[in-house]
């Protein structure tokens, strides 16, 4: 199941959607909004995303961790929209066989997504200024593929 | 060949549209978007070297060659995860 | 939140335990009953626990893994008795403020309490066989402490 | 003194019952308990170099000595998740 969603995530019906005989382990990720970043104050997150981009390249993750390891069932859901302390941004979960495995995936697939998924975040500090996160604007930083 | 470059987050601040038409040679490629966005959209130029673009909703390095159908966009990296926020 | 129980495992439940503001990121690791171990099919699996000491040594898991990383909170349950296909045998959860942590923790926590917490398994094959499952019962086998 | 051994799981099944009790000498430690556990149940012998013992819910070395009030337990290695059924 891949999906980008206004509404808030469930992470039960996310962990439904991996749940198999065939497995015997469920690695779940959730990012949660969190309130505190060193000593600044989070009052709330935007996120934006290219729908059709982000789609594409989710489908492609969900087939290079296929390849890469044993699995039984993905699903990567990420919010879109308003989002206020504690709400969860994005949800990976992955059921395989054994447990090696699945945390190995399910970490790869957040490392992977958050470098690559075109999806944007913007903070709204608790003073009510807004400020987009995009640590690569450093021009010595690599871009997302390779070159 | 007339494109229209669809543009996300800092960038669609910087430049205060989300689409942006450009009027392009046939056999441009991405550099040469690059420079037309940078002469077009001046609130944009300062960020132009570091935008990522993508072509038909993949990421493009500056020899790909566009096309009158190309869908193209051009945005700065994605959160990274580096910062704050979300884990 | 720890706990050992006869009852299904709610993993909503369990994420509910360990979410906070504070927290940036929930690693939950669910242990699944498996159908198939290589050509081999279990029917269901009986767990049997020594309740006292599986409860002081997750006591002692819970504060080695918080002297360890920056856990923000921190879950275990285990279910004991008859487990059937699909059932969830064990939950761990672990919210930190970024996810490199609540990987490490989640995964040590699960590799670790599978060497020293006294719950053992026992499969129920297809055919009816009963199997306890006591990987260590080779004399060479290090035991769980360190000597 | 006079000892009441909990067994779990294998040692359980093998031993025919859950609980053992074990006449010891004064200042006797865990190896003086595995002989005296062997020797006692002739169907645990064969299991008994690689039981664990717990002395008061710890893991207990065979030097460490044992006091009339030690809860004692001895079972086999735990699960480890190396074979089947769950990951």
Redesign the interface.
């Known amino acids: 199941m891949i999906e980008l969603t206004h509404e808030p995530i469930d992470p039960g019906r996310v962990i439904e959607s991996v749940r198999s005989h065939q497995a015997g382990a469920i690695c779940l990720f959730l990012?949660?909004?969190?309130e505190f970043?060193?000593e600044?104050q989070?009052r709330s997150?935007a996120y934006?995303a290219?729908t059709?981009?982000a789609e594409?390249?989710l489908t492609d993750l969900e087939a290079e961790a296929r390849a890469r390891w044993p699995i039984v069932a993905l699903s990567i859901v990420h919010r879109v929209g308003d989002l206020e302390l504690g709400d969860i941004?994005?949800a990976v979960a992955v059921s395989t066989p054994h447990r090696g495995e699945g945390f190995a995936a399910c970490q790869w697939l957040?490392?992977t997504l958050?470098?690559?998924?075109?999806?944007?975040?913007?903070?709204v500090w608790a003073d009510g200024t807004r400020e987009?996160?995009?640590?690569?604007?450093?021009?010595s930083?690599a871009?997302?593929?390779e070159? | 060949m007339r494109l229209s470059i669809?543009l996300?987050?800092?960038a669609r601040?910087k430049a205060g549209r989300s689409v942006v038409p450009l009027e392009l040679p046939d056999g441009a490629n991405v550099a040469d978007l690059r420079a037309a966005l940078a002469a077009g959209v001046p609130a944009l130029a300062p960020?132009v070297?570091?935008l990522?673009i993508?072509v038909d909703?993949?990421?493009a390095?500056d020899e790909v060659v566009l096309r009158p159908e190309s869908?193209v966009?051009a945005?700065?990296?994605?959160?990274?995860?580096?910062?704050?926020?979300?884990?």
Do not use: C
Not at chain 1, 114 to 123: L, M
């Open positions: 990012g949660t909004v969190r970043t060193g600044r989070t997150l934006e290219y059709a981009m594409a390249r941004a994005v957040m490392d958050k470098q690559v998924v075109p999806i944007w975040k913007q903070e987009w996160v995009h640590p690569g604007l450093d021009p930083n871009p997302p593929f070159s | 669809q996300f987050a800092l601040d960020l070297p570091v990522l993508a909703s993949e990421y390095r869908q966009a945005f700065p990296p994605v959160s990274g995860g580096t910062a704050g926020g979300v884990a």
